[in-house]
């Protein structure tokens, strides 16, 4: 009996393994088909109902695609289906935001998200955009989006894309709706809100004036100071006009109401990847006469969140023969979901653009009517507000409706928190008892956008380019230019208010037309060079111009150790520059705020001798923020640690310091204080000095690094603590570990920080990852754009596990580059249905 039970039992589990290794093989089979099913096909031939003739499409060794084609429908068109191809899980996450849709796909733990989206009304502002395009971008946008549909005719569900597998678990009903051009124009509202955020400076001043003195609150957000770069120095033009100073009593009083908007602020930064303190972005462009050939070298890097795949699709869109009818030969980075092609060149200029950060958001605070919460007053008159309706679609709950009441000025953003719209009793008089704080922002007016990177996209001189940039309106920023006959300029578009009184740091009343804007700057009178006497333009969201220049264009400018840092690397090369230059330039991770603390912590006296050998190490140090320097991981910690310790004892957590370009500049002229009262910790009886904090804040870094790496400070490593992972935005952030791991990539150690050139920021409040990054880096040789050079973060296809999906990671990690244009390795025929 003993004998057959041995038998049995080794005989089924000799079964129970085979049955394993078949369930494997089946699952990892079915896994693998699950997978591959959505990578596209990249050549061949496909059949295409609305082509008017073939189109030809080549790629190469990255998956990049250059398109040729009769007509710029026939572009357009092939642009919407390979974006379709490549990213339309992107494409449609980006349009739910856009639309307020999220709960439609993640349920009702986006409902609070969808309230503020439909609030603020992007895609209201969006069809009526579309109603005054002209009909050649409708035209445009409508062959995109045919070209979008033509691919989700074939593909459904996994087919599209590994993440509509993943959604079937927890939304199987979901089935993406057709592209239209209207989610093209959502997706530039997306763009326009993350890019010009400034009414999260306008709601932090008011709400840390609960508790801190105004002058203290004024020393958070410091004057730009005398020893940064202006990118257009000697641009003046009149004395600056007197400006409005904000009545303490009414912004503490609203103070609570905005406080809560936090939260929906919050999520939507989280979905879009990044921070209002994460944006930035650097371009230069040089003449001719500092370079090795004699023609102009333009170099651009825009800084966003970091995300999985990129936000960046490289994409050349070629007119077979180029006619005034089929006017385009252009090539360069594109969004998926919008036709054109946003950064790039052409065959006789090229183009870069970074954030200006104008201030184009304004709260105002306006007085309800007691006996009708749908009246508002101006003038001393009661006016009925906008009431819409939005009805928000949850999947597996019922519709939500949302009531979004506007006034003169915008929406209100305080119906997100209703129950927080009256004032206490004790508020002061000047305040209503009733009230409501409205946003009026310069995006929620029809844009031109789209027709301005239309016209970018064939323009063939300077006055063809500023042409194009009139309609640059939102999101306003920095156009740097260069063209083959060895120009150079600088043009500052945009939608800029100008405001009867104030400079838009602070709420103002609505309730009459003190604080109204009169319009906007005429585009004229806006900032531009042409040919400077420099022959160099810098641009990394430093100010346009001084305060001479009439009107306000942001009080917020991003303090310039950027723009700083490219200045004098460009200035102190003593030969003419080359591409390799201009390489090594956009790696540079050279910390100038360090430049400036340690000699004061050098030459602190330390009791502790233990603390001596991570000193000389920062002694030695050459204040580059390399991965594998012990310095940059000594003096970063120390920042993170000198921070907390001066500002968390006064400071709401949710206004901690992040670290970067302000409060760099906050502690640039503190230590100039040593005795300020910021210096002193609420916390204990002692009174506490600058050196003081320093002296705890090195201690506690020391502390910190033996922990993490040992005794020795020679084998401390900036890397090792610094790094990033490339985060798919939905899925990614699921929670979940096997689903992460299937659309996430990294860890990977990274150098530098937010305010050094390559500036891959972290957050001094969170921990040491990479948050916000060189999006890309394009180098556009204007001698022979053929040389031009280039590489993404991520790469080219949205697919996971397609060989595409991560391959320019080592490069984009190692500063390295790709030749804009490459050989073609695979080839793609698009021909018309009828004709097939």
Sequence with gaps: MRKLLKFFGGKFLRLFVVFLAIATLCIGTFSIYTVRQSFPQESGMIALKGLQSEVKIERDRFGIPQIYASSTHDLAMAQGFIHAQDRFWQMDFWRHIGSGRLSEIFGKSQLETDRYLRTMG??????????????????????????????????????????????????????????QPIHSLTWGKVMAYDLGRNLEREIERTVLLQTLPLDKVESLFPAYPDNLPIILPNYTKKQAETLYSPTPDLVQAVAPTLATLSSPL????????????????????????????????????????????????????????????????????????????????????????????????????????????????????????????????VAKDNPVVENVRSTRHGPILSDVQPKLQKLASKSPVDVPSEYAIALRWAALEPSKLMESVEELDKANNWQEFRAAATKFDVPAQNLVYADVDGNIGYQMPGKIPLRRQGDGRYPVPGWNDEHEWLGYINFEKLPESFNPESGYIVTANNPVVDENYPHVITKDWVYGYRAKSIEQMIVNLTQTISIADIQKIQGNTRNLHAQKLSPILLAIPFKDRHLESALQVLKQWNFQLEKDEPGAAIFEVFWKHLLADTFHDELPEAYFPTGGDRHMAVVSNLVEQPNHSWWDDKRTKEIERRDDIFKKAFTETITELENTFGKNPKTWNWGKLHQITFRNQTLGKSGIVPIEALFNRGSFSTSGNGESVNANRWK??????????????????????????????????????????????????????????QESEDKLLLKPWEKV
Aim: include cysteine.
């Design 266 to 393: 919050t999520a939507i930064a989280d979905l879009l990847g990044s921070t209002s303190d994460g944006i930035g972005s650097n371009s230069w462009v040089i003449s001719g006469k500092r370079t090795a050939t004699g023609k102009p070298i333009l170099a651009n890097d825009p800084h966003l969140g970091v995300q999985m795949p990129s936000i960046w699709y490289e994409i050349g869109l070629h007119c077979l023969s180029k006619t005034p009818k089929c006017p385009y030969n252009v090539a360069g980075f594109a969004f998926p979901g919008v036709p054109g092609v946003v950064i790039g060149h052409n065959d006789r200029i090229a183009w870069g653009v970074t954030n200006i950060g104008a201030d184009v958001m304004d709260l105002y605070i306006e007085k309800i009517n007691p006996a009708n919460p749908n009246q508002y007053e101006v003038n001393g008159k009661w006016v009925d507000m906008q009431v819409i309706a939005e009805t928000i679609q």
């Design 122 to 179: 992007w895609a209201r502002v969006a069809k009526l955009e579309l109603q005054q395009l002209s009909p050649a971008t409708q035209s445009n946008l409508q062959a995109y989006a045919d070209g979008v549909n033509a691919y989700l005719v074939t593909h459904q569900g996994s087919a599209i894309s590994l993440e509509y597998a993943v959604l079937k678990f927890t939304n199987p009903n979901y089935q993406p709706e057709p592209w």
């Design 764 to 821: 001094a409040n969170k921990s040491y990852e990479a948050t916000d990054i060189p999006s890309l880096r394009v180098i556009f040789d204007l001698a022979n754009l053929n040389n031009s050079v280039a590489i993404n973060s991520t790469g080219q296809s949205g697919h996971a596990y397609h060989v595409h999906y991560d391959d320019m990671i080592p490069l984009w990690l190692k500063v390295q580059y790709h030749q804009l244009h």
